[in-house]
């Protein structure tokens, strides 16, 4: 018997929770002058509007949205967020840091590949360092390109 009883209440809850939920007829009626806002309900019209140098932004009717964007700068994000700088070595992961301090140690050691003047293979990475280096100003500079509208 329980059994029967728990599905015919489940099915009868939707219906109580929506006889609660409905507006009284006089605030219904009130409500329909109502700017979206108030009511909760999205606007019906979003504007995008460019406007050139000196034009003010048009105002914006009860039902809709106006958005304005200069003409000479048509993005919404500021120029220094667009394209975040290098990560200061401070603020990287562990993995970054512990292959810079390993970087350090070849270096420091001497072994082939690093460009030292210590040890016997030192010598033989200067070429690769710089090819890296030019690789790294290359990005920074398309990266700079890349911000400029």
Excluded: H
Aim: include cysteine; charge should be positive; glycine fraction near 8%.
């Amino acid at each position: 018997m329980p059994r029967l009883l728990l599905p015919a209440l489940l099915l009868s809850m939707p219906g109580l929770a929506a006889a609660q939920t409905g507006a009284p007829p006089a605030r219904a009626a009130a409500t329909t002058q109502a700017v979206p806002a108030e009511t909760g309900q999205p606007p019906k019209k979003v504007r995008d509007v460019s406007l050139a140098a000196g034009q003010a932004c048009p105002k914006a009717q009860a039902d809709e949205i106006v958005v304005c964007r200069p003409l000479e700068d048509p993005y919404r994000i500021p120029k220094g967020l667009r394209r975040p700088a290098e990560i200061p070595a401070k603020n990287q992961s562990w993995v970054n840091r512990a292959a810079t301090m390993d970087q350090v140690s070849r270096v420091a050691g001497g072994l082939p590949d690093t460009c030292s003047p210590v040890g016997t293979g030192g010598q033989t990475g200067c070429a690769l360092q710089q090819n890296q280096q030019w690789a790294a100003d290359k990005r920074q500079q398309r990266r700079e390109a890349e911000s400029i509208p």
